[in-house]
């Protein structure tokens, strides 16, 4: 997510029984070469510069919000491919933590507005950067995309989200991943007497789960600050409304105040009832934590979780299960963390193509291009695991036995920042009790409108 961000609706491919990959490959060569397409001079009086890639290539300011953590091993990885092909430019790292970005994004839009943006900056690829884009802050990126040969890696449906209505892109993706992925505790999921192996398929049945859990004194499901909760009430809405209604919120084709949005608020409700508040503010590794002390059961987040449970040692079908949100098998709700080119007072450093392509990093993210998906999990990485049956994969292009062979039904949140902000605080002040489903439902409406 992470923050959110999100991207549309597409159908997966055969299962298996590893657990989500991570980005390398062309994916990350690209990213490589736009970071340094970036890089600028430290003049501050000259006029904005032209095309990508133009100018010289001493150094790029970078700013993330892969600053801890899991995040952080994949900015490594990234970081250390760069330097493979850039040799003689500085990758200065400005990387931002806290909120899954809302930090980041925070200060970026305090230096947009100033007319001091970084070199490049993180983004989730569509319609988060409309607005940026609306007001002329990013460059069109487009060329990279023909010289890199990206319309022909990426899939076609994220080129689709990537373009403007002019058909411009203004940004790289570096991953794609999906977020409609239960992660959950194997011991606290025996202790109340259910079988790992077996999840839920309907959200009444996974609440009837929960129901269990708790009878057995631990918490059956944790969320963490405003953005992961907005992750889980998406993955809902998609469970009740379906793949086309959910997508036709954000198309003006269902209604946000009807009554099947009604009823997975109150779904969504139920399921708020089984959470720890005392984890509200915390990012999704806090809020994880009690899945990986087997103190708790569920917790929803996207497919980069994996990174954090192979940091603390959990191994796949041992410590820990994964499946797509009951009611989503088949789903890919996805997004994808990419890479802008912000127009700048300054003019932008010439940098040096380079053609290689570097072996694929060990990120907690998934490859972003269509040809880097291999059968099986790479040796040298740590983070790459298995799982023990299928019917706990939640790969983004691997779904469990149930779901059919043809590619998975597509969802995102085509929504702007503001739009996205605003649903965060609906929900955040729906957790401290100072709303219900009624007034819930009429802000998230508004929210989507504004």
């Not at 490589?32 to 890639?53: D, V």
């Not at 080129?159 to 058909?167: A, I, N, T, V, W």
Request: proline residues 8%; glycine residues 8%; hydrophobic residues 40%.
């Amino acid at each position: 997510m992470r923050h959110r961000r999100f991207l549309g609706a597409v159908p997966c491919v055969p299962p298996t029984t590893s657990p989500p990959r991570r980005a390398g490959g062309l994916g990350t060569t690209a990213v490589a070469a736009t970071l340094a397409a970036c890089a600028t001079s430290g003049s501050s009086g000259s006029k904005s510069g032209g095309a990508a890639g133009e100018g010289d290539a001493s150094q790029v300011d970078v700013v993330t919000w892969w600053s801890a953590g899991s995040e952080k091993l994949g900015l490594d990885a990234l970081v250390k491919v760069f330097n493979q092909q850039f040799p003689k430019t500085k990758f200065e790292n400005k990387a931002v933590s806290g909120g899954a970005g809302s930090q980041a994004k925070q200060k970026l839009a305090a230096d947009l507005a100033a007319k001091n943006p970084p070199d490049t900056y993180q983004a989730h690829a569509g319609a988060e950067i409309k607005d940026h884009i609306e007001a002329g802050y990013l460059l069109d990126v487009s060329s990279l995309y023909e010289e890199f040969k990206l319309n022909e890696a990426f899939p076609a449906t994220l080129m689709d989200r990537l373009k403007d209505s002019d058909g411009k892109i203004y940004s790289v993706p570096s991953n794609i991943h999906r977020a409609n992925v239960v992660w959950a505790s194997v011991p606290a999921l025996k202790a109340a007497g259910l079988d790992p192996t077996k999840p839920a398929t309907t959200i009444d049945a996974w609440i009837a789960d929960m129901e269990k859990v708790k009878a057995a004194g631990l918490t059956p499901i944790t969320m963490g600050m405003a953005w992961t909760q907005l992750e889980l009430l998406e993955t809902i809405l998609i469970a009740d409304l379906g793949v086309d209604a959910y997508n036709g919120l954000f198309a003006g084709k269902t209604d946000w105040g009807g009554a099947e949005v009604t009823k997975a608020l109150g779904h969504y409700k139920t399921i708020v009832g089984f959470t720890d508040s005392s984890l509200y503010t915390e990012d999704w590794e806090p809020a994880m934590k009690p899945i990986m002390d087997g103190k708790a059961a569920f917790n929803v987040m996207g497919d980069w979780a994996v990174a954090g449970f192979d940091a603390a040692g959990k191994k796949a079908g041992q410590d820990y299960v994964y499946f797509p949100v009951p009611g989503t098998d088949g789903v890919f709700d996805f997004l994808a963390d990419s890479f802008t080119l912000p127009r700048r007072r300054q003019a932008p450093r010439r940098v040096p193509r380079t053609g290689s392509t570097p072996s694929p990093p060990r990120t907690a993210r998934s490859p972003s291009t269509r040809s880097r998906a291999p059968s099986r999990p790479a040796p040298t990485s740590p983070t790459r695991r298995r799982a023990s049956s299928p019917s706990t994969s939640a790969r983004p292009w691997s779904p469990s036995p149930r779901t059919r062979s043809s590619p998975p039904s597509l969802t995102a949140r085509p929504l702007p920042s503001k739009a996205t902000n605003a649903m965060n605080d609906a929900l955040t002040k729906f957790a401290q009790g100072a709303s219900d489903v009624t007034a819930l439902q009429a802000d998230l409406k508004a929210a989507a409108a504004s």
